[in-house]
């Protein structure tokens, strides 16, 4: 059978660019979580009237710790979108 227009190959869109558009969503969407995750962190400490920050030091370095996490995991998903997009 024929294709309906002969002078163009049908589109067929690759498995890989589609990884590498899904890499850059997701790694933009992490990047965007990661920096909510702190803008959390100060909104929590103003809202429970500031204060002591060492009494806070402990909540502070789980949220820090949980925002670099997934701003590295972020990143990476970025770059791996990056590199495969061609």
Known sequence: MQHAFPHQAPRVQS????????????GGVLLVLAVLILVLLAALFVLGGGGDGERFAVVIRGFVTTSAVVGAVG???LVFGLITRK
């Open 15 to 26: 498995s890989r660019k589609r990884l590498s558009m899904a890499g850059l969503i997701v």
């Open 75 to 77: 990143l990476a998903s």
